[in-house]
């Protein structure tokens, strides 16, 4: 898929792959939600499909506070509070802490909630808020959206399918 360069691609975009990663995500046995056998974030790791998904929604809340604080985004600490770019492994291992006590359904009913506020809020916006004008760096809003979005969601689509081939699922 095309990076989204309007509203209207973008929330199909958003919308397309989280629909196909929800698809995914359904077949597995919730017993086998928590084995550590998905390749992680970092190389040489291991992850559960909890902890991918813990990701999803650590990052979707994210997005979540950026959208409400986009007028005020000199008060928004990138990429997170506490956090620094280069500190991507640790905000990962935050994510898994944060969402290690909830259930499988618990997180998956968690993300679809995430997944449909980001989509109602994007709906709400001009496309001269997404994509007219630099908005962090010189990244508009539209795409620091899909960049945490659209993106991770096709990428964890994809390792799960890679995990369900290793698995002969």
């Known amino acids: ?25 359904l077949t597995i046995p919730p017993e086998m939600f928590l084995e550590k056998s998905l390749d992680g974030h970092a190389q040489f790791t291991k992850m559960s499909i909890h902890n991918l998904v813990s990701y999803l929604l650590g990052w979707g809340k994210i997005v979540i506070k950026w959208i409400e604080t986009k007028e005020n985004i000199s008060n928004i600490e990138f990429p997170e509070t506490g956090f620094k770019w280069n500190q991507l492994g640790d905000l990962a291992q935050k994510f898994y802490s ?67 081939k290793t698995r002969n699922q």
Not at 1 to 25: F, H
């Open 1 to 25: 898929m095309a990076i989204p360069t309007n509203k209207i691609e973008l929330i199909r975009a958003i919308s397309e792959n989280y629909g196909k990663l929800k698809k995914q995500l």
């Open 98 to 164: 944060d969402f290690s006590d909830n259930t499988y359904e618990d997180v998956i009913n968690q993300l679809d909630n995430v997944h449909k506020r980001i989509v109602s809020e994007i709906d709400k916006m001009t496309n001269e808020d997404l994509y007219e004008k630099e908005w962090y760096g010189k990244w508009t809003m539209g795409r620091m959206i899909q960049f945490n979005t659209a993106s991770p969601y096709a990428n964890a689509k994809t390792r799960i399918s890679k995990w369900r």
